[in-house]
């Protein structure tokens, strides 16, 4: 009966027109039904998003931050490099620290004046070692006793030393020196004048220097000027000379041609500023001396012409094990020739050396000229171990 009254109140109301609630059950949507699957609380998930949403906004705010960091410097660098030139842009962007400490080094040493003057007739080249100024302090009170020394890189042994002045840092030498060197040699060579502080007790310390190559200056006239003193060369390699000579080999029969032709740029070894020299050729056999051949001597000359040949016999067998010592000796009639340069060539040689008796090898019956530099004495001996004479080993016990 509650039923049917319930029935018939809604027929009278949608038959009187009158709205009536009707309640309905509406399905849930996509989303919804996700979330109403996850076993978390609302306040839960609502945290969950929140945390995800401040992380994403982190990483965008630090992708855009790099982005910027890039871009920053070419608005603030703007410094144009176009008009310096290559060597001076490396240097801006990153010097060298030799240079740094070469530039620390060459600073504050003081500076020298000096005069020059070439007699073309006579050969002579007149070096005037006028004055010095504002010199590096190396004594305790604050000055130095500097003096001078003068010498040409094509004649080292020939020096020449001003008087030592006496605690200043000033000093006005006023003298003048004169070198032997004849026109063709003045382009190969270079003045070099050296500032010391004289110790009596101690060794004496180099101030600065001055090098001036001869080929980069007029001597048609006097020269007068001054010249910033900057560190001293570490190492001053002499030049002792250059010699041209060919080897030749045959395997068949064994011999091995050496023709001595000729030499130039030797060292000064007299006190004339020139040489006699005269070449030696050693054949060195597992370590020891075997053979043995001297050219002539050539007169007062720094240039020989030579063109003597030798003829050694090596069999083919023994040629690996062979070297040949070249060296070039003045030749002194009171006391004893010293040699001016020595080199070797062989399968133990490096070098231009090595390369030359690599090629007589390559090349049979063919032969192989070529210019070697000459090189120290001591330097070669070294190299080379030479053991007792040969000739000792074949003895009679």
Known sequence: MAVAARKGRVTASLLSGSPVAIATTAQPGFLGGWLSRIPLPKWALIAVAVAVAVLLLLFLICIARCCCGKKKPKK??????????????????????????????????????????????????????????????????????????????????????????????????????TFQVPQAEVPESTLVMQIYDFNRFAKHDIIGEVRLPLASVSLQHVIEQWSDLVAASKVEEEQLGEICFSLRYVPSTGKLTVLILEAKKLKRMDSHGLSDPFVKVHLILNRKKWKKKTTSVKKNTLSPYFNEVFVFEVPFNQIQNVDVVISVWDHDKVTKNEPIGKLFLGCRATGNQLRHWSDMLSNPRRPLAQWHSLQPPDVVDKALGLKSHLKLSLLPR
Do not use: W
């Open 76 to 177: 603030k660098e703007r410094i144009s490099l176009h008009a310096v030139s290559g060597s001076s842009t490396a240097c801006l962007v990153q010097p060298e620290m030799d240079d740094l400490e070469q530039g620390v080094e060459q600073t504050g040493r003081g500076r020298l004046q000096y005069s020059l003057e070439y007699n073309f007739r006579a050969q002579e080249l007149k070096v005037g070692v006028k004055q010095a100024a504002e010199l590096k302090a190396m004594d305790s009170g604050g000055t130095s006793d500097p003096y001078v020394i003068v010498y040409l890189t094509s004649d080292m042994k020939k020096k020449y030393e001003t008087k030592v002045y006496r605690k200043t840092l000033n000093p006005v030498f006023n003298e003048c020196f």
